[in-house]
Each structure stands twice: as structure tokens, then as C-alpha cells.
């Protein structure tokens, strides 16, 4: 068995998952070099929902955010997340929209893309992969993890089979929600390990408490790669972390060979930095323990967090039991949809609907539309065709892959952004973001580009995955 390779989240998914993606480039460049002296197998640095809130909440340049990661970080692969056809968005591009936008990733300093779709519909990642492959950057595809009556351990072994042969490099199991326990994680990476020759990556959640474990097993059955945050922005809805991993494997055939030390002087810097959210009031103690319900309700860290801000803007903080008693029906109505972005979103969105309102589906958002018309791609369980009636009415759903029915976008997009374009990255902001990034475009015009307000002031828009 090969040394354990890490993959350290701290810059991306372990503060989307704990503070909403509020961690500014300032806070973070000033650690790039130390982190990319550890010895870590990448950084996941980008991607997600970080692109989102630097536009949104932050006043930066997403792009410029990567140019100077990328210039820090000399030795250590870059990664970043990407949702397939819905890139960094929340609805499905046109495919010269996708491909433009890996092309400029890779250009700006992405060395790996880790490539998922919400629905583990593999005619969503097609584009993509093969976009990725074209500029040489490492493609890694990552099947969505969940519990429900039509997954099993065979039904995602079948699945990394399917993605090794669309030509991944190496595979993911993303468990967004922390829902993979132990010795389920020891049975599916051996059956993964089993059919496929590339290497296997898992990420978690440490919500349910188990994820540390579950990485032991896994790595016993042969994983190749787990993500983990340093010490200060891990636990909770976070990843295990870093440093006690590194700890056990010490000595062990496993040993991943990092420097305690060297962690040890980044989690003091990290330390520094979540004190200030503390203070700011953006880290809730909700999103810091350990929930054994996750098993239950299946709910994703960074969803969580976002479930609690849209009770919070509801006054409604006293209804979350009652949300989370919801998600799993409204889920089941929906087909059985893992609960990553955006799917965890709509699910979640329509859960508080339902109760807050008292009624279930009285209001039903075009997102939650979109789900059962199959704007999304296909279903893991056909949707009840009297369900269907009752959200669609007469409106016939969509069978085939839903970005075959968009046309190419990127000519107008280029002649909307025109009249705001500092730099060609400025179109693919605006095709995700519209009118967030013309008001971002706008105010770096004026020379705006610092926050004017307390972050905690601000409100919480960004989706998990």
C-alpha cells in the first residue's frame, strides 16, 4: 500500500461549509506558501460556492482570487469543484458556455477539476470531462454519495466503472452530507478498488460524527486520497481533521509522510482567522457539533448553515426540527435526489416552504419545478406522475439531456458584458452571475473593492455542496 495522500480543503469547502464562504483572499494568501511547503496531494482552493460569494459578498475578483493562489502555490496542484453542466451556477449552460469556462479555469491556474452532477446523471458531466481532457487539466469525477432506496454500494461501483470509462483520472466519493459510515465505506471503496485501475478519493463530512473512522476503513480498503481541513476550520459540518489523521498513520504502512510541525504553525494562523468570525457572529454553533441525525434527515454541512440563515430571515429559527422532519419526504416526492448542490437547495427551499407555510406545496418555486420537469437531467427514481400533474399541470417533462436544448450562449453573453469588460474572465462572471456581477463590475470601476459592512450583517444567499 502506497503512502495516504491529503487533499486540504481549508481554502474552499472547509469555511463554505462552516462560515457561509466568507474567508477573503486577504485572509488566506498570507498562508499560501506554507501550505504549499506541507506536501499535500492538492488544494482544494476554488470552485463551489467560493466564486459566488467573492462576487456577491465579498467585492473580488474570483478570478483574480485563483491568479494569486496560483502564484503562491508553486509545488501543489490546485483543485476546484465543479457541478457539471451548472459549472459554479445554478441552472444548466450551454455547452460552449462549460467549455469556455474550463479553458479559462485551467489557464488561470486549475491543475485538477473535480467534475460532479447533483442528479449522478453521467450525461451532465459529458461535456466537462471532455472539455477538461481537451486543455490537459486532470479530470477527476466524483459520484454524489446518499442513503435511499435505490442506492446501494453495487449501484455506485456500477458508476465509477461508467466515469473511468468517460475518462476520468481518478474518482471521487463525495459524501456531502457525512452519510458514509465506516464499514459501508471499507465495502465500497474495495468494490471500487476492485473495478477500476485509476485512483480513489474520498471526501466527507464530519456532521454525523463518523467521518474520521469512516476514512480509517476506507484507507484500510485501499483509498488513495482523503480531503481533511486543518484543525480550526474542521469538525462539524467541516472535514475530519487534518493533523490527527496525520498522526495515526504515523509510522503505519499508510503514513502520509507530512510534517506535524509544519501543520501545527497553519492551524495557529487558522486559529487567528476563525476567532474573527467567531466575534463577527457568521460561525453558529449549529454547524460546529456532531448531529447523528445527519444519518437520518441526510442533510449536507453547508445546507445546514443555509437552512438556519433562511429560518433566521423568516423568524422561524423554532421551526428547524420541523424542516429537517420534512426534507426526507419532500425528497422522496422529488425522486430521491442526492442532497448536493443545487438539488440540497430546491429540496431544502421547498422543505421550509412547506412548513412555514402550512400547507405542503402551496408555493412551489421554478426550482423545484425545474427538478420534476427534469431541467436537471434524470431522476435516480422516475417522479410519481400524479405528483407531477400537481406541480407541472399540464407541462411535459424533459426526457432527453436538458443542455441539448440550449442553444449556444457565449455571442451574446459577450455583447451584453461588453460595455463592463476589464478582462475576457468578465463574460463566464456575468454568465453565471448576471446582475451580481455587473453590480461587482460596476463598483470595481468606482474602485470599490473593499466590504463596507460587518460580514455578519450580510445575508446568506450562497448555496452548499
Avoid at 370 to 378: N, S
Wanted: proline share 5%; charged share 30%.
Amino acid at each position: 500500500m502506497a503512502k495516504v495522500k491529503i487533499t486540504e480543503t481549508v481554502l474552499r469547502d472547509a469555511h463554505q461549509s462552516l462560515i457561509a464562504t466568507r474567508m477573503s483572499t486577504e485572509d488566506m494568501l498570507p498562508i499560501i506558501e506554507k501550505l504549499d511547503d506541507v506536501g499535500y496531494n492538492a488544494l482544494e482552493a476554488w470552485g463551489g460556492a467560493t466564486f459566488d460569494a467573492c462576487l456577491r459578498f465579498l467585492n473580488e475578483d474570483p478570478w483574480e482570487r485563483l491568479r494569486k493562489f496560483k502564484d503562491k502555490a508553486k509545488k501543489t496542484p490546485l483543485q476546484m469543484l465543479f457541478r457539471g453542466q451548472n459549472i459554479l451556477g445554478y441552472r444548466h449552460y450551454a455547452d460552449d458556455v462549460v467549455e469556455y469556462f474550463v479553458q479559462k479555469s485551467i489557464a488561470n491556474g486549475i491543475d485538477i477539476i473535480r467534475i460532479f452532477d447533483a442528479l449522478n446523471d453521467v450525461r451532465n458531466l459529458k461535456t466537462a470531462i471532455n472539455a477538461t481532457k481537451k486543455e490537459k487539466g486532470h479530470v477527476q469525477t466524483a459520484l454524489s454519495y446518499t442513503i435511499s432506496p435505490v442506492h446501494s454500494n453495487e449501484s455506485f461501483v456500477k458508476l465509477a466503472k461508467e466515469l473511468e470509462s468517460m475518462g476520468a483520472d481518478s474518482i471521487c466519493i463525495k459524501d456531502m452530507a457525512g452519510l458514509l459510515t465506516p464499514y459501508v465505506a471499507y465495502d465500497l471503496v474495495k468494490g471500487i478498488k476492485g473495478a477500476v485501475k485509476i485512483p480513489v478519493e474520498l471526501h466527507t463530512h464530519y456532521t454525523s460524527g463518523v467521518a474520521s473512522m469512516t476514512y480509517l476503513k476506507a484507507i484500510e480498503a485501499g483509498c488513495d486520497i482523503v480531503d481533511c481541513a486543518i484543525s480550526p476550520l474542521a469538525l462539524g459540518t467541516s472535514q475530519p481533521p487534518t493533523e490527527p489523521l496525520v498522526a495515526t498513520l504515523a509510522g503505519t504502512e499508510y503514513d502520509t509522510g507530512l510534517s506535524l510541525d509544519k501543520l501545527s504553525d497553519i492551524a495557529d494562523y487558522f486559529k487567528t482567522i476563525k476567532d474573527k468570525f467567531v466575534e463577527q457572529g457568521l460561525l453558529n454553533n449549529k454547524v460546529t457539533g456532531v448531529d447523528i441525525n445527519t444519518l437520518k434527515y441526510q442533510v449536507p454541512g453547508g445546507m445546514l448553515s443555509n437552512l438556519v440563515s433562511q429560518l433566521k430571515q423568516q423568524n422561524a429559527e423554532d421551526k428547524f426540527d420541523e424542516v429537517l422532519k420534512e426534507i426526507p419526504r419532500v425528497r422522496a416526492d422529488f425522486g430521491y435526489p442526492p442532497l448536493v448542490t443545487p438539488s440540497s437547495q430546491i429540496v431544502g427551499t421547498q422543505a421550509v416552504l412547506n412548513v412555514i407555510l402550512g400547507e405542503r406545496y402551496k408555493i412551489v418555486p421554478k426550482e423545484s419545478k425545474g427538478i420534476v420537469k427534469g431541467e436537471y437531467g434524470r431522476t435516480p427514481v422516475p417522479i410519481d406522475p400524479e405528483f407531477r400533474k400537481k406541480i407541472l399541470g399540464d407541462e411535459k417533462p424533459i426526457d432527453c439531456r436538458p443542455a441539448d436544448l440550449i442553444k449556444p450562449e457565449l455571442n451574446k453573453i459577450k455583447k451584453e458584458v461588453a460595455p463592463y469588460m476589464e478582462q475576457d474572465e468578465d463574460i463566464l462572471s456575468y454568465a453565471l452571475f448576471d446582475q451580481v456581477a455587473v453590480k461587482f463590475f460596476e463598483e470595481r470601476k468606482a474602485g470599490k473593492y473593499k466590504i463596507e459592512t460587518s460580514l455578519a450583517d450580510k445575508e446568506s444567499k450562497v448555496h452548499p455542496c
